[in-house]
Structures are given as C-alpha cells and as structure tokens.
C-alpha cells in the first residue's frame, strides 16, 4: 500500500517561498507519475505540478517560471519548490501518484494515491 505524507506548507508574504516535501512509503511498480495538486476554499482540486518517471515535468501554466517539481528517488520523496508566491497560491496542497501511466497529465483522476495535504498561505 502506497502512502504519501506531505509538509513543509506555511504563512508566507506575497514574494516569499517554500519547498513543500512529500514522503511516499510503499512501492510502485514501472512508470508512474507524481504530482501536485490545490484547492482552494470553494474551487475544483488543479494540477500544479506533475513528474514521469523519465524527469519529464508538466505546469500549471500559472506556475511555470515560479515553482519546481523534482524527486530524490533514493529518498523516495517529492518536492515542490515555490517561488514569488502570489495570495493566489493560497490553497491545501496535495501530493498524488499514479501507477502504470507513461506520460503524466495535470488531471486528477488519473492519480490513485493522495496524501492529507498540507496548508499554504500567501498575505498580501
């Protein structure tokens, strides 16, 4: 059984960063994706963030140029590393893995595995 247990959310000014960590035990056979998901109060859950197996990464557009998704395979965690963080970036932020998928898109569904999430507050 694969589980995922985020950190590293926080209050920050608008400007500010921090490095969101995700911590997956159990094991996942072949191509996966890992991935990064919001919501915030009253919206859909979306797609921040997603990484294939091969390194290949995917964006909110919103998030292009500001966050990084990368993994430590040896530590088997995923990390989300977000930058100039606007109030908009407020939101619950989910960690998610998919089991036997090649290419890794931004779409909820597909991803069978969530860990409890963790809270990130961006003030004006």
């Known amino acids: 059984q694969v589980q995922l247990v985020e950190s590293g959310g926080g209050s920050v000014q608008a400007g500010g960063s921090l490095r969101l960590s995700c911590a997956r035990s159990?094991?996942?056979?072949?191509?996966?994706?890992m991935g990064w998901f919001r919501q915030a109060p009253g919206k859909e859950r979306e797609g921040v963030a997603t990484?294939?197996?091969?390194?290949?990464?995917r964006y909110l557009d919103s998030a292009k140029g500001r966050f990084t998704i990368s993994r430590d395979n040896s530590k088997n965690t995923l990390y989300l590393q977000m930058d100039s963080l606007k109030p908009d970036d407020t939101a619950t932020y989910y960690c998610?893995?998919?089991?036997?998928?090649?290419?890794?898109?931004?779409?909820?569904?597909?991803?069978?595995?969530w860990g409890q999430g963790t809270q990130v507050t961006v003030s004006s």
């Open positions: 159990g094991y996942i056979t072949g191509d996966y994706c």
């Open positions: 998610a893995a998919a089991e036997d998928w090649v290419a890794c898109p931004l779409v909820a569904p597909i991803f069978g595995y």
């Open positions: 990484i294939e197996t091969g390194g290949t990464t």
